[in-house]
């Protein structure tokens, strides 16, 4: 094979000290503990919303889980997890026995050789997102099949500060698909918890959002598994979708994923949100990309389907600009919609039991029940750790989901954690970041 990449490192990736950075696993040593009844969604002071807590429920179960925002291994003692492990692995091993990890967890590729045929789809290299019929993998999402649809999601979350954003989406009936971090999961449970109750759907974004494809068959399967064990330790349900950090993914990943019944979720349009402040990203060059897929609506772009677009639970500013963006892409698309409900998946989760609403139901399209476009889920799970997430607080108000058990709760102060190790690749064919 030709040698073809050598990928420099631009840089950056030293700026912080990354997920698996110390800095961010001691952010939160333990606080008080909260009682659910002090929960409060009104709440939208950030210093007060991240002020440390420490939640029973997850204490007790902590053992079962890698150190937070370290990169996921199997933990000793799992034997549940090591047979799957087994099993899985021995499943990648007939059938994808040449693709193997590549660079480092932070994204450093330099000396990586990748063959240009791209025989293993890695959406790193040309953004590959169809791979070959004869893997048996199923494209991942990355657009919505219903026209003149946005794909609505947040990545990176549970955020300790997201009750503005939160609040915001509940004022204006507007779910989402939230792809949670499972060291945030851990961290701030009872944030994810209030993503459940609000009606947003939850997908995995992985324990320690480093790059995946970097990590071995074991590893790979550990940072997913584990964040879908603690979103359903903590929330109760086993979501059925995950989005690779930085898109980073192939077919080995891939393969994993679906072994694990998640389907892998892209994006078809980045807003760079979370690059503000970084690599001369700013505030306006943002606000150009959200304008750009407006526009494009506005244009008649989406008269056959429409986008998944990359945005940020990571910070005030990342939550901030799509709510200051919300109504010019409510006029622009006819339907705002999470990436489930844009597929019409009405069961979300392995929990067969929990119903979302179909398209028609949730858009009040082609009615065919009696739902309405502001429906809440249906069902109800109730957390296995928390024993509070209770099904659909979706049509309540804050006020009165806080004074639910379930409601959500701020907390923890200085927790600065930026979503770190941001490598900028250059890459041959596409120059781009991504998240
Ligand atoms: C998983 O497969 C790799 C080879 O791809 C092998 O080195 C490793 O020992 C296997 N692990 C287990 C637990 O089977
Ligand atoms: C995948 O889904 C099938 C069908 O629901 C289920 O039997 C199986 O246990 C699931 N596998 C995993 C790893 O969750
Ligand atoms: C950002 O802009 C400054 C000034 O224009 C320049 O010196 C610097 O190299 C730029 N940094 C990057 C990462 O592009
Ligand atoms: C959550 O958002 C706040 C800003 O409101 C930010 O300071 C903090 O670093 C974020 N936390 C994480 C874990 O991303
Ligand atoms: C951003 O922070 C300010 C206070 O610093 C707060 O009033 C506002 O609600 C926050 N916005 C979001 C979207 O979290
Ligand atoms: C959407 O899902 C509903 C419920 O599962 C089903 O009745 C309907 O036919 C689906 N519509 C489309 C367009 O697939
Ligand atoms: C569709 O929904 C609207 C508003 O809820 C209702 O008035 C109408 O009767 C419904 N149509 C059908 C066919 O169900
Ligand atoms: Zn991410």
């Known amino acids: ?23 961010i696993a001691r952010r939160n040593p333990g606080g008080r503990v909260i009682h659910s009844r002090q929960v409060d969604n009104t709440n939208i002071d950030p210093v007060a919303e991240c002020t440390p807590y420490t939640y029973a429920p997850v204490s007790a179960i902590k053992s079962q889980f890698p150190a937070i925002w370290n990169s996921a291994t199997l933990v000793p003692g799992d034997a549940d997890a090591a047979a799957l492990f087994a099993s899985i692995n021995a499943t990648l091993n007939q059938r994808l026995p040449n693709t193997v990890p590549r660079g480092t967890h932070n994204g450093d590729w330099s000396g990586v050789n990748y063959p240009p045929a791209d025989n293993d789809c890695w959406w790193t290299w040309k953004q590959c997102t169809t791979p070959a019929a004869s893997t048996g993998l199923v494209a991942d999402i990355t657009t919505m099949p ?9 990545d990176d979350g549970p955020n300790c500060s997201h009750n503005a954003l939160y609040n915001f989406l509940q004022d204006n009936s507007q779910k989402a698909t939230m792809f949670f971090i499972g060291s945030n999961v851990l961290d701030w449970p009872v944030q994810a918890i209030r993503a459940k109750d609000d009606g947003h759907e939850i997908c995995v974004h992985t324990w320690s959002h480093q790059y995946m494809t970097s990590f071995s068959n074991e590893q790979a399967f550990a940072e997913l598994y584990y964040t879908r064990k603690a979103i359903k330790d903590v929330i109760g349900v086993t979501p059925k979708c995950w989005r690779p950090p930085f898109g980073d993914v192939d077919n080995r990943i891939r393969l994993i994923a679906s072994l694990l ?9 980045d807003t760079d949100d979370w690059k503000v402040g970084i690599a001369n990203v700013t505030t306006q060059d943002v606000d150009n990309n959200y304008m750009k897929v407006i526009n494009n609506a506005k244009a008649g772009a989406y008269a056959t389907h429409g986008p998944v677009v990359l945005n940020h639970e990571l910070n005030n500013y990342t939550m901030g600009e799509l709510i200051k963006m919300y109504p010019a892409i409510k006029a622009a698309f006819k339907y705002v919609v999470p990436i489930a409900t844009g597929l019409n ?3 979300p989760y392995q929990e067969t039991d929990i119903v979302y609403p179909s398209f028609a139901q949730y858009t009040g399209v082609g009615n065919t029940s009696d739902a309405g476009s502001s429906s809440s889920v249906s069902g109800s799970a109730s957390g296995t750790a928390s024993g509070s997430a209770s099904g659909s607080a979706a049509s309540a ?16 102060a200085s927790a600065s954690t930026a979503i770190p190790a941001i490598s900028l690749l250059g890459l041959a064919a596409a120059a781009t970041l991504f998240l």
Do not use: Q, R, Y
């Not at 094979?1 to 800095?23: K, R, S, V, Y």
């Not at 219903?146 to 947040?154: C, D, K, V, Y």
């Not at 108000?397 to 923890?412: I, L, P, Q, T, V």
């Open 397 to 412: 108000s804050h006020s009165a989901a806080a004074s639910s058990a379930s409601a959500s709760k701020g907390s923890s």
């Open 1 to 23: 094979m030709l040698p073809l990449l050598a990928l420099p490192l631009l840089g950056l990736a030293a700026a912080h000290t990354g997920c698996g950075g110390h800095e």
């Open 345 to 347: 998946i009405t069961n």
């Open 261 to 269: 019944n998640m389907t892998t979720v892209v994006w078809s349009d």
């Open 146 to 154: 219903e026209p003149e649809t946005w794909g609505l999601g947040f």
